[in-house]
């Protein structure tokens, strides 16, 4: 047994017992203590049986729109809200979302119908320097920190982001600064003291985890526990990339001090970043393999999940799920239970292209056009047939940069979403419960890398009166879809359609046309053969949730 002891700047002590560190060494074949056996990565790899993406997640290639769906198999249970999140980078949140020390009342309108989403803070890379000292307490009295803009005073600090979690009813994620501050790295010491001394901020202000019981979300006026923390942010990646061993043993010595906090806190290790690029090498930027295996190895008996970073449509969406499958196999065989971890995707969005010539800025607003808003969901339904996909934020809550849910027409100081904003309300307006077993045929008229125009979800309320067909439509064109449910042949039902959809995937909300695509909806029949078939349509380039109540 081990024990550790963590001195914090209020001289604070505090011991932990856990059982013995795992010994990882930086190479595909690391020597890994599991069960008390000496074995290596490659041998636990090859003796481990792989874990597949469900079958509900792949389309068949065919001539038209075939959605068949079992009634009698549920995939999923109860798919969550959670997949519904977003990510914060604090400053460029500050920077267009808060006003007269509040966050502005049409951004906590136009969240609150994505109750039970999670909401990531301080960001992404913002993370990696973050001083939440310097973003609590007082407003008046907190001095600026560094950001990539400049040095600035977070008026949009910790405490206001828990009390902006309350307000829109959403669950809070954290994501603790492993590294230090900028320009002055820190010693496990400081890194355990600072985290160790952040927890406890949140434990006298909210509680422990276990406080908020089962509630699903927080709300204000009660108690809003931060449950889920994350280790750091891609720091595998970029200027000053870490190895998979420093990664590791900070994230421990770090994970461990806070459990000894509280028990109760899940932490969330994360997978190797961008794992398709071609710039990974063997060494100081490991490969996916060696990291994602060392991270397993070493926390694998500390973390509760996994985070996941795909970035879609430079990669195709079907190949974004190949390296989340990968890595989950990366990391079980160094498992301590054996199954398949929780994967957290705490950042998500289409990628938008570098032009070779000119700037990159002018194709910033494919992340956030038709085309962006078709992508988006296309992966968000394929995550919610993905039972270990626990929850996914969209990156990013924030006026600067590709990824702007909410754009600031700053002449007017005006803000307007962005089409994947309406595409999330439409495929809210379908998250009614199960997720049944579907198997889905569809043409590729779009010529789409991933090889299909269409991709569908049919869930069911657990009192079996609500059901929902969930869709996108990559095509240029209305596609007449068939869809087969057994279990209405000879039936008429009605339902209500919301969908978003244009007759261009480069159309968007600009500050002069900040409605150019909306949410929108209309009433609709169908009529279901003696074979249980139904023809429906779906417009070009859309997305749709189709409720039904038969």
Same mark, same amino acid.
């Given at each position: 047994?081990?024990?550790?002891?963590?001195?914090?700047?209020?001289?604070?002590?505090?011991?932990?017992?856990?059982?013995?560190?795992?010994?990882?060494?930086?190479?595909?074949?690391?020597?890994?203590?599991?069960?008390?056996?000496?074995?290596?990565?490659?041998?636990?790899?090859?003796?481990?049986?792989?874990?597949?993406?469900?079958? $509900?997640?792949?389309?068949?290639?065919?001539?038209?729109?075939?959605?068949?769906?079992?009634?009698?198999?549920?995939?999923?249970?109860?798919?969550?809200?959670?997949?519904?999140?977003?990510?914060?980078?604090?400053?460029? =949140?500050?920077?267009?979302?808060?006003?007269?020390?509040?966050?502005?009342?049409?951004?906590?309108?136009?969240?609150?119908? =994505?109750? +039970?989403?999670?909401?990531?803070?301080?960001?992404?890379?913002?993370?990696?320097?973050?001083?939440?000292?310097?973003?609590?307490?007082?407003?008046?009295?907190?001095?600026?920190?560094?950001?990539?803009?400049?040095?600035?005073?977070?008026? =949009?600090?910790?405490?206001?982001?828990?009390?902006?979690?309350?307000?829109?009813?959403?669950?809070?994620?954290?994501?603790?600064?492993?590294?230090?501050?900028?320009?002055?790295?820190?010693?496990?010491?400081?890194?355990?003291?600072?985290?160790?001394?952040?927890?406890?901020?949140?434990?006298?202000?909210?509680?422990?985890?276990?406080?908020?019981?089962?509630?699903?979300?927080?709300?204000?006026?009660?108690?809003?526990?931060?449950?889920?923390?994350?280790?750091?942010?891609?720091?595998?990646?970029?200027?000053?990339?870490?190895?998979?061993?420093?990664?590791?043993?900070?994230?421990?010595?770090?994970?461990?001090?806070?459990?000894?906090?509280?028990?109760?806190?899940?932490?969330?290790?994360?997978?190797?970043?961008?794992?398709?690029?071609?710039?990974?090498?063997?060494?100081?930027?490991?490969?996916?393999?060696?990291?994602?295996?060392?991270?397993?190895?070493?926390?694998?008996?500390?973390?509760?999940?996994?985070?996941?970073?795909?970035?879609?449509?430079?990669?195709?969406?079907?190949?974004?799920?190949?390296?989340?499958?990968?890595?989950?196999?990366?990391?079980?065989?160094?498992?301590?239970?054996?199954?398949?971890?929780?994967?957290?995707?705490?950042?998500?969005?289409?990628?938008?292209?570098?032009?070779?010539?000119?700037?990159?800025?002018?194709?910033?607003?494919?992340?956030?056009?038709?085309?962006?808003?078709?992508?988006?969901?296309?992966?968000?339904?394929?995550?919610?047939?993905?039972?270990?996909?626990?929850?996914?934020?969209?990156?990013?809550?924030?006026?600067?940069?590709?990824?702007?849910? =909410?754009?600031?027409?700053?002449?007017?100081?005006?803000?307007?979403?962005?089409?994947?904003?309406?595409?999330?309300?439409?495929?809210?307006?379908?998250?009614? +419960?199960?997720?049944?077993?579907?198997?889905?045929?569809?043409?590729?008229?779009?010529?789409?890398?991933?090889?299909?125009?269409?991709?569908?979800?049919?869930?069911?309320?657990?009192?079996?009166?609500?059901?929902? &067909?969930?869709?996108?439509?990559? $095509?240029?064109?209305?596609?007449?879809?068939?869809?087969?449910?057994?279990?209405?042949?000879?039936?008429?039902?009605?339902?209500?359609?919301?969908?978003?959809?244009?007759?261009?995937?480069? &159309?968007?909300?600009?500050?002069?046309?900040?409605?150019?695509?909306?949410?929108?909806?209309?009433?609709?029949?169908?009529?279901?053969?003696?074979?249980?078939?139904?023809?429906?349509?779906?417009?070009?380039?859309?997305?749709?949730?189709?409720?039904?109540?038969?």
């Amino acid at each position: 047994m081990q024990t550790v002891t963590v001195r914090t700047r209020r001289g604070i002590k505090s011991g932990l017992t856990a059982t013995a560190t795992r010994s990882v060494r930086t190479s595909a074949s690391a020597l890994i203590l599991w069960g008390g056996l000496h074995v290596s990565a490659d041998a636990a790899e090859q003796t481990a049986s792989q874990w597949k993406l469900p079958r $509900a997640v792949q389309i068949q290639r065919s001539q038209e729109v075939l959605i068949e769906v079992d009634p009698n198999s549920v995939i999923r249970s109860a798919v969550p809200a959670a997949l519904f999140g977003f990510n914060i980078p604090w400053m460029n =949140f500050q920077r267009g979302y808060w006003r007269e020390n509040q966050v502005r009342p049409e951004v906590i309108a136009w969240l609150k119908p =994505f109750s +039970g989403a999670v909401y990531r803070y301080p960001g992404g890379e913002w993370s990696n320097w973050f001083e939440w000292e310097k973003a609590a307490g007082p407003g008046s009295s907190r001095p600026e920190q560094y950001t990539t803009f400049g040095s600035t005073k977070a008026e =949009f600090g910790f405490d206001e982001f828990l009390d902006f979690v309350k307000a829109v009813n959403g669950v809070p994620l954290v994501t603790v600064n492993l590294k230090g501050t900028k320009g002055a790295p820190w010693s496990d010491q400081q890194a355990v003291e600072s985290n160790v001394e952040w927890l406890q901020h949140s434990v006298q202000r909210e509680g422990r985890a276990v406080a908020r019981g089962n509630a699903q979300f927080c709300q204000t006026g009660t108690k809003c526990p931060v449950e889920w923390w994350e280790l750091g942010n891609e720091l595998d990646w970029g200027k000053g990339a870490w190895t998979h061993t420093e990664y590791v043993n900070r994230a421990r010595e770090v994970g461990l001090a806070m459990k000894n906090i509280d028990p109760a806190i899940k932490l969330i290790a994360h997978t190797t970043s961008s794992p398709w690029s071609t710039k990974r090498v063997i060494g100081e930027k490991p490969k996916a393999r060696d990291f994602d295996s060392a991270v397993g190895a070493g926390l694998g008996d500390l973390a509760y999940g996994y985070a996941y970073h795909p970035y879609y449509d430079g990669i195709s969406i079907p190949a974004a799920n190949h390296y989340m499958e990968r890595a989950i196999n990366y990391l079980r065989p160094t498992a301590s239970t054996g199954k398949p971890p929780p994967i957290f995707v705490t950042e998500h969005g289409r990628w938008p292209n570098q032009p070779k010539f000119g700037k990159w800025e002018t194709t910033w607003i494919k992340t956030g056009n038709l085309g962006g808003a078709v992508s988006t969901a296309d992966f968000l339904l394929s995550q919610m047939v993905i039972p270990d996909v626990r929850a996914a934020m969209w990156h990013s809550l924030g006026a600067r940069g590709p990824w702007q849910l =909410f754009y600031l027409d700053a002449a007017a100081d005006a803000l307007y979403p962005n089409v994947v904003y309406w595409a999330l309300r439409v495929l809210r307006e379908g998250l009614i +419960g199960d997720a049944l077993k579907v198997s889905v045929s569809s043409p590729n008229t779009s010529g789409y890398r991933g090889g299909y125009d269409v991709r569908a979800v049919f869930m069911r309320d657990s009192t079996h009166t609500r059901y929902s &067909l969930l869709t996108i439509n990559r $095509a240029e064109k209305e596609q007449k879809a068939r869809l087969l449910f057994p279990e209405w042949a000879g039936r008429k039902v009605k339902g209500q359609q919301y969908y978003v959809s244009g007759d261009s995937d480069a &159309l968007a909300n600009t500050k002069e046309r900040k409605n150019a695509v909306t949410m929108r909806s209309r009433a609709v029949g169908l009529r279901f053969d003696d074979a249980g078939q139904a023809e429906i349509s779906l417009p070009a380039f859309s997305v749709s949730s189709i409720v039904i109540t038969p």
